[in-house]
């Protein structure tokens, strides 16, 4: 099993890996019509976005997809295909989001886990966002709680059984390793 691309999301014009998340998709290809199939096995949901968090929204900003059949136009946008995949750009789509949101930056590669997505105690920065509707309703710092709980997850993911493991890595709960 391999790590998975994180989508990114630009906050404050920085760059964070958007690694929880607690609430519907933020992008589902099939509202499209596009049935994403896997890239790579550092891809397998076969999609990743960066996405831009305005004061005012939540916007999908970029979006390389693999799929099949043709693509539609986003947001007035068509794909342009690269290497057996289709990128849109400069979307500026309105994403009404609610729920909340991990995203983290300054990874610490010792605590780096072979499958799945990273989690919050494995980065220097992490933040939890709040959205209703795409609008931001709280912005909480938990970097010092990552910090003081590093190496925790790590330590569980490597002494449970296999099944566990891979439960545990694919997914986005904030909860996994912070609650």
Not at 150 to 156: D, V
């Given at each position: 099993m391999t790590a998975q691309y994180s989508d990114t999301i630009i906050f404050e014009d920085k760059k964070y890996a958007l690694i929880g998340k607690k609430g519907p998709e933020l992008f589902n290809p099939e509202k499209f019509g596009i049935k994403a199939t896997m890239m790579s096995t550092a891809c397998y949901r076969g999609f990743y976005a960066t996405y831009v968090l305005t004061r005012v929204n939540l916007l999908l900003d970029e979006l390389t997809i693999m799929g099949t059949g043709d693509y539609p136009l986003l947001a007035g946008i068509k794909a342009k295909n690269e290497d057996d995949e289709a990128i849109y750009r400069k979307l500026n789509m309105v994403?009404?989001?609610?729920?909340?949101?991990?995203?983290?930056?300054?990874?610490?590669?010792?605590?780096?886990?072979?499958?799945?997505?990273?989690?919050?105690?494995?980065?220097?920065?992490?933040?939890?966002?709040?959205?209703?509707?795409?609008?931001?309703?709280?912005?909480?710092?938990?970097?010092?709680?990552?910090?003081?709980?590093?190496?925790?997850?790590?330590?569980?993911?490597?002494?449970?059984?296999?099944?566990?493991?891979?439960?545990?890595?694919?997914?986005?709960?904030?909860?996994?390793?912070?609650?």
């Open positions: 994403v009404p989001f609610s729920g909340l949101i991990r995203i983290a930056q300054g990874f610490i590669e010792e605590y780096y886990i072979h499958m799945g997505f990273q989690k919050a105690t494995a980065y220097k920065t992490v933040f939890d966002i709040t959205l209703e509707n795409g609008k931001v309703l709280e912005v909480k710092d938990r970097s010092l709680e990552c910090e003081e709980k590093r190496g925790a997850f790590k330590k569980k993911y490597t002494t449970s059984n296999i099944s566990d493991r891979i439960d545990m890595a694919f997914s986005l709960d904030p909860n996994l390793d912070l609650e």
